[in-house]
């Protein structure tokens, strides 16, 4: 096996704790409840309109703040939320393009706090714009907003940001660069938005805004992500009681931490356990978080294995 240091490995769908797959699989689910219950809706004596006010309102954002307070959830699930198929395919096409990128190009723990940050930011802008433009506030008693429109715009120009000459089809005439990929996506979405409404389009600018700060933010080594992913990681635990929480000991403490000229240099036995290791961390976080040790091991891998 030769490891080159450049080259992460690809997160595969079948992956366990797979971010993408997982956004995948809420979209999909809320979608199929949604739609089973207006179903029932439907073949019962119930109104099928009755299913809008008493069951699918109830998980979309309303612009009137006083809704809102009653019905807080909102702020999340309104980004989870899809009326028909013809808006959760494309919604989950552009997701899957963008998201296996960045996820190829950061690692598995960045993908789920960027679409949520987009989201939320697309949701306050939306509600706070019904109450600046004037045009907007004889709306606000009646105006919602769903779908994951604001949070795929965060993923997208997220991933843009991160290497816009990403390319995709690289066989075919070098291929096609990430930021004409996103471009596409950006007017394909402005186009489809239902016009009248400019609140929906300050909520999509939002979540690229956030997107683009995310980014902004990790090279200037503040990672946004952190937070989340150890409430998400404290939330698991509580279910997993076999989950023991790491401690170091004073040993671990003392080398990690220490600063100066090290004694003696450690030089690790390179065994494929290792190197599995670091692939897996490298999928999960990025290849850029790897330690000095960790690259070391790849380099000195990938100068002793034969293809």
């Known amino acids: 096996m030769k490891v080159k240091e450049e080259k992460t490995s690809r997160i595969l769908l079948g992956q366990s704790n797979n971010s993408l797959v997982m956004l995948f699989a809420i979209n999909a689910m809320v979608f199929v409840l949604l739609k089973s219950m207006y179903v029932i809706y439907q073949i019962s004596d ?116 991160v290497k816009p000459d990403y390319r995709f089809f690289p066989m075919i005439n070098g291929g096609i660069p990430l930021w004409i990929v996103t471009l596409v996506f950006v007017i394909v979405d402005f186009v489809s938005v239902r016009l009248g409404d400019p609140g929906k389009y300050l909520a999509h600018i939002a979540g690229g805004a956030t997107g683009f700060i995310f980014i902004y933010q990790l090279r200037k080594g503040r990672d946004w992500s952190v937070g989340m992913n150890n409430f998400f990681d404290w939330f698991n635990n509580l279910f997993n009681p076999n989950k023991k929480a790491r401690t170091n000991n004073a040993r671990d403490e003392f080398f990690y931490k220490v600063r100066g000229t090290h004694p003696y240099n450690r030089i690790p036995n390179v065994t494929q356990k290792r190197i599995d290791e670091i692939l897996d961390k490298i999928n999960m976080e990025g290849y850029h978080l790897l330690t000095d040790e960790e690259k070391d091991i790849l380099r000195r891998a990938s100068s002793t294995d034969d293809l």
């Open 46 to 161: 119930l109104n099928p309109e009755a299913y809008y006010s008493n069951i699918f309102n109830w998980f979309t954002l309303p612009a009137d703040i006083s809704k809102l307070g009653g019905r807080p959830w909102t702020l999340i699930t309104g980004m989870f939320i899809h009326d028909d198929v013809w808006a959760v395919l494309p919604a989950m096409f552009w997701l899957w393009v963008f998201g296996y990128v960045l996820q190829d190009l950061t690692g598995n723990k960045r993908l789920i706090p960027i679409y949520l940050y987009g989201g939320l930011a697309g949701a306050l802008f939306y509600v706070a714009s019904y109450y600046l433009i004037p045009k907007l506030q004889p709306s606000i008693p009646v105006a919602t907003l769903f779908g994951s429109n604001a949070a795929i715009m965060a993923v997208a120009v997220a991933t843009t940001t």
